[in-house]
């Protein structure tokens, strides 16, 4: 993992443990660049949460430093740190009007009354909530309640944003549209941002950089782009997008790439990125929409007979499912472009793919 020049959050060699014998965080070592958003993703029980937690000062760390702009900040209690946070449920005073709930992290800090008054002018227009001050959290949808949220978080100008599965509890669409929100707040403002989410959509949107987290370790930590297309393993591959896995043995090694034979018969020309040995266990990896369907004559080097199972228009594309050697969810997503191919339940197709485009992963 490369360290970011300009490190504004250093863990270094952190782990957390409740209990005394299992740790939650397993040696994380892991920069933060000043400016940067960086997500955390994984599923539940991966260890993110806490990460975040540890790093806001509700939590401490077993063993290990926290570093924030280079001062070690392990006994530095929460409201000292000069740290911003968001969480799920907005976590509002509702007896405040939204002009007295971000008024108050700037009064606690004994800021003047004038200042306060421009800080709350700038921080509701970067929400877009200018007309929204003298309401009560009870009177704003979600939408507004989580700006808010955002807005109180930055009012002070903290070096430092935290975001606990800031939208978890809006609609798809309005999820959707704050993500853009706080994307563009945050390219706007150039304030570090650490969010933590188990929406790998949602971290492919909003992320500089994405560490994906299990079981405590961080599996892989790089920009959404080399996520998506370069996985390093085959949990982040599966874990990362919609993905089709296929396992069997490593047959040839030829430089970059390998033959691997399929458990279910068939052999596949892939990218060695995760094997080192021919006899090794693999599970290969190839995206939906790297597939094509009747490929012209030698232009790829993986060609099936592929059976359509099933067929379903989601507009943009058709999500269709196949039953190719022996496995019937192998899934194609096929453009709803001019000329593209018309289907049928039940019907033989040729599919195939480039060897660039399957992955050799862990098995």
Request: hydrophobic residues 40%; aromatic residues 6%; contains cysteine.
């Amino acid at each position: 993992m490369a360290e970011p020049v300009d490190a504004l959050v250093r863990f270094k060699e952190v782990q957390k443990s409740y209990d005394g014998e299992t740790l939650v965080v397993k040696n994380l070592n892991l920069d933060v660049a000043r400016g940067e958003f960086l997500t955390m993703l994984g599923p539940s029980g991966s260890g993110k949460t806490t990460c975040l937690m540890m790093l806001a000062g509700f939590e401490t760390a077993t063993h290990g430093e926290i570093y924030l702009d280079g001062q070690a900040i392990n006994n530095v209690p929460p409201h000292r740190r000069n740290i911003g946070m968001v969480f799920q449920n907005y976590a509002l005073f509702p007896h405040m009007t939204v002009r007295e709930n971000l008024a108050y992290p700037l009064e606690v800090r004994k800021l003047g009354k004038a200042e306060i008054e421009q800080k709350i002018a700038r921080a509701l227009a970067m929400v877009q909530l200018e007309a929204f001050g003298d309401r009560r959290p009870g009177q704003l949808s979600g939408g507004q309640a989580q700006r808010v949220a955002v807005a109180r978080a930055l009012v002070f100008e903290p070096q430092l944003v935290l975001m606990d599965e800031p939208l978890g509890a809006l609609d798809k669409q309005l999820r959707e549209q704050m993500q853009y929100e706080i994307k563009h707040i945050h390219e706007n403002l150039g304030v570090t941002v650490v969010y933590v989410t188990h929406d790998q959509s949602e971290a492919l949107t909003m992320s500089n950089r994405i560490a994906v987290f299990n079981d405590g370790v961080i599996q892989q930590l790089a920009p959404p782009d080399a996520l998506y297309e370069e996985p390093e393993n085959a949990f982040v591959a599966q874990f990362i997008g919609e993905n089709n896995r296929l396992l069997g043995k490593v047959q040839a090694m030829n430089g970059q790439t390998c033959r691997v034979t399929l458990d279910d018969g068939g052999d596949v020309e892939a990218l060695a990125v995760n094997v080192d040995q021919v006899g090794a266990r693999s599970t290969l990896s190839l995206r939906p929409e790297r597939v094509t369907i009747n490929p012209a004559a030698d232009s790829v080097p993986n060609v099936f007979d592929a059976r359509v199972e099933e067929l379903i228009y989601l507009g943009d594309h058709m999500r269709t499912r196949f039953n190719v050697c022996g496995h019937d969810d192998f899934i194609v997503k096929v453009p709803n472009a001019a000329g593209h191919v018309v289907l049928e339940p039940g019907e033989v197709v040729k599919i195939g793919w480039k060897a660039e485009d399957c992955r050799a992963l862990d098995a």
